[in-house]
């Protein structure tokens, strides 16, 4: 299992919208295989600021799987034009319990 971990900095003044956006497209990445579960969390300090964890079976579940199919597309229909600038995404493995 790995975890997904997006910082997400949204444009000022569309948090409301990037939230409805995101409630439409979580129903994408949590129909996709090897997905395990995910966590959207906004920052206390700056409400721009969000974090997106996704849990997947492995990481080619996300790299080969998710991002190059076509429900891909219709996320980044949905999503990418509220970030700025374009989130970092790295990808983490549980070393201790």
């Known amino acids: 299992m790995i975890q997904e971990l997006a910082l997400l900095h949204i444009r000022p003044n569309q948090t409301a919208e990037f939230e409805a956006a995101f409630a439409e497209a979580q129903a994408i990445i949590s129909a996709m295989p090897g997905y395990l579960r ?10 721009h600021k ?11 579940d996300h790299t080969e799987g998710f991002r190059g199919s076509p429900e891909y597309q219709q996320w980044r229909s949905l999503m990418h034009h509220f970030y700025d600038p374009f989130p970092m995404v790295e990808h983490y493995r549980q070393v201790l319990p």
Not at 38 to 44: A, G, K, R
Not at 50 to 60: K, N, P
Request: aromatic share 20%; charged share 30%.
């Open 38 to 47: 995910h966590e959207l969390q906004v920052c206390l300090e700056d409400d």
């Open 50 to 60: 969000y974090a997106l964890f996704v849990w997947w079976e492995t990481l080619e």
